[in-house]
C-alpha cells in the first residue's frame, strides 16, 4: 500500500512540474503584444485625453483597435487611461 501510494505521489509531482513550464503564455501573439503595448504608450501619453492624440495615433485606435469605431476607440482610451468610473452591476439604487 506503501508503495502504491508513492508511485502516486511521485506521477502526480511529475505532472505538476511538466504542467508549470518555465516560460508564460498569454495567448497574445507577438503582434498583439507589440498593439498592447502602444495603446499603453498612447493612454500614458495623453492621459486618456483624445484631443492630446495625433492623428497617426488616432488611426491606430481607430483602424487597427477598434475597427472603425470611433467611439469605441474613445473609451478603450479612457479605460486604457483609467478615467472610465463605471460601476459593476449597472444602475445603483438611489
Known amino acids: 500500500m506503501k508503495k502504491i501510494i508513492l508511485l502516486f505521489a511521485v506521477v502526480a509531482s511529475i505532472a505538476l512540474v511538466g504542467c508549470s513550464g518555465s516560460t508564460s503564455d ?7 503584444k507589440q498593439s498592447a503595448s502602444r495603446l499603453d504608450d498612447i493612454a500614458k501619453k495623453s492621459g486618456g485625453d483624445w484631443d492630446k492624440l495625433s492623428q497617426e495615433d488616432r488611426d491606430f485606435l481607430v483602424k487597427d483597435l477598434s475597427m472603425g469605431s470611433e467611439i469605441s476607440a474613445r473609451k478603450l482610451l479612457e479605460g486604457k ?9 449597472g444602475a445603483q439604487p438611489q
Open 81 to 89: 487611461a483609467g478615467k472610465l468610473k463605471a460601476s459593476p452591476g
Open 26 to 32: 498569454d495567448g497574445l501573439s507577438p503582434q498583439e
